[in-house]
């Protein structure tokens, strides 16, 4: 699969350089940042502007392209067996998703549990690669996962507008915490079946915050 942007092919390029399968180049670029391309175990190609449009389908690729392995999907066996967890239940906007990998991966949580799947080259670009070091699996039934969780003794958290204030909570030491779809939320079903609900306060007239931002507060001050 493609990944494209500068700061996503040298994050890939510093983190994770097993992954890079073939790098590419439409620009000339600077000498210091060419070798360290060169010297990585895979093959690297010049491009023209027209061919590295379409492999980055119109995306704003600033020159950097490259083809990587798809990340390792884990399962809800290996998940379960986890303390800090996030489980995102509707959401599909991959900049988001993205963004609460790159949260997870930077603020001590272990695994990410979807409720769909979304396309890998999206998300390895909107999480800045974190797909490949945040273990994930996906679990179409949300409830379920509420259950297997439980069942091992995992607290599970919701964020909901009628929650607890989650400067106040006391945070289990196995949790895990649910984002619903931003605008709808946590669906009814899956709220009534947390063991608590947590809401950020707010000033000046706001309800709501993006669900990425919102998710990387919860999920701070849950590793208090």
């Known amino acids: 699969m493609i990944v494209f942007g500068k700061q996503v092919v040298l994050h890939m390029l ?3 350089p097993n992954k890079l399968q073939e790098l590419y180049l439409a620009k000339d670029i600077d000498p210091k940042i060419f070798n360290l391309l060169k010297n990585v175990n895979a093959p690297l190609m010049r491009l023209d502007f027209k061919k590295a ?3 980055a389908k119109g995306g704003n690729h600033q020159g950097f392209l490259a083809k990587v392995a798809p990340p390792t999907l884990s399962d809800l066996a290996t998940l379960k067996t986890y303390d800090r967890l996030l489980v995102l239940c509707g ?3 991959i900049g988001n998703v993205g963004a609460l990998f790159r949260s997870v991966a930077a603020l001590g949580f272990e695994g990410v549990i979807l409720d769909r799947p979304l396309p890998y080259e999206g998300l390895v670009r909107a999480s800045l690669g974190a797909l490949y070091s945040v273990p994930f699996c996906v679990c179409s039934n949300p409830l379920d996962v509420v259950c ?3 069942g091992v003794g995992v607290v599970c958290y919701g964020a909901h507008l009628k929650g607890e204030d989650v ?3 006391h945070f289990a030491p196995r949790l895990a915490v649910f984002l619903g ?3 709808e939320g946590l669906a009814a079903k899956i709220i009534k079946k947390m063991d608590g609900l947590l809401h ?3 000033q000046g007239g706001n309800n ?3 669900v990425s931002v919102a998710g990387a507060i919860i999920m701070d001050r849950a590793r208090k």
Do not use: V
């Open 148 to 150: 297997e969780l439980k």
């Open 181 to 183: 779809a931003e605008g």
């Open 208 to 210: 709501s915050l993006n």
């Open 167 to 169: 400067r106040l909570a």
């Open 53 to 55: 449009q379409a492999m």
């Open 200 to 202: 950020i306060c707010m």
């Open 91 to 93: 959401l599909s906007d």
């Open 14 to 16: 510093k983190n994770h």
